[in-house]
Antibody, heavy 117, light 112 residues
Framework: QIQLVQSGPELKKPGETVKISCKAS????????MNWVKQAPGKGLKWMGW????????TYAEEFKGRFAFSLETSASTAYLQINNLKNEDTATYFC??????????WGQGTTLTVSS | DIVITQDELSNPVTSGESVSISCRSS???????????LNWFLQRPGQSPQLLIY???TRASGVSDRFSGSGSGTDFTLEISRVKAEDVGVYYC?????????FGSGTKLEIK
């Protein structure tokens, strides 16, 4: 069955770097893009962007240009979200979600990131 | 960016009743291919979002026929009939007609 399994919770200090993984199984990884979605504590969903798993080309929402980077390890069917120079406001749960043409169908379980000094 | 607006429900809903959840877009979500790029998700407490409806009115695989979506280019409705306890959570609409793919702020459904 199709699954997206994300890495575990992270506790980081401001200024540090984090890399969150999203491992896909049950389908051909390079046939579907991967989205990343942020959910701050008690808040709604915010689309961060997506990565074309065939070409590796990322697309970022304006708010997430600069410190954020999407990457792939296609041999391991894994997508990554890296956040550099962490800030307190990066504290959130981050979801990966598979990209169908018209919708996001499968979602990871979410990775909780806490940034605190 | 396209702004998606969702209202709050005024009151908790009684099990077995029907409820409508509204969603408005600042721009038409009707694309030149004739499809309307509006999706609905349910996020149950502590869980990941689950796709309910895509392209405004198509039910996702495995979703109960108690859920239905309708609308025009800018105004949309999710109808839930015979509400059950398992329907509790936050309902989000999302547009995919242009970047960034914005979500509404969510509508929380509570059961009396």
């Amino acid at each position: 069955q199709i699954q997206l399994v994300q890495s575990g919770p992270e506790l980081k200090k401001p200024g540090e770097t984090v890399k969150i993984s999203c491992k896909a199984s049950g389908y051909t990884f390079t046939n579907y893009g991967m989205n990343w979605v942020k959910q701050a504590p008690g808040k709604g969903l915010k689309w961060m962007g997506w990565i074309n798993t065939n070409t590796g080309e990322p697309t970022y929402a304006e708010e997430f240009k600069g410190r954020f980077a999407f990457s792939l390890e296609t041999s391991a069917s894994t997508a990554y979200l890296q956040i550099n120079n962490l800030k307190n406001e990066d504290t959130a749960t981050y979801f990966c979600a598979r990209n169908m043409i018209y919708y996001f169908d499968y979602w990871g379980q979410g990775t909780t990131l806490t940034v605190s000094s | 960016d396209i702004v998606i607006t969702q209202d709050e429900l005024s009151n908790p809903v009684t099990s077995g009743e029907s409820v409508s959840i509204s969603c408005r877009s600042s721009k038409s979500l009707l694309y030149k291919d004739g499809k309307t790029y509006l999706n609905w998700f349910l996020q149950r407490p502590g869980q990941s979002p689950q796709l309910l409806i895509y392209l405004m009115s198509t039910r996702a695989s495995g979703v109960s026929d108690r859920f239905s979506g309708s609308g025009s280019g800018t105004d949309f409705t999710l109808e839930i009939s015979r509400v059950k306890a398992e329907d509790v959570g936050v309902y989000y609409c999302q547009q995919l007609v242009e970047y960034p793919f914005t979500f509404g702020s969510g509508t929380k459904l509570e059961i009396k």
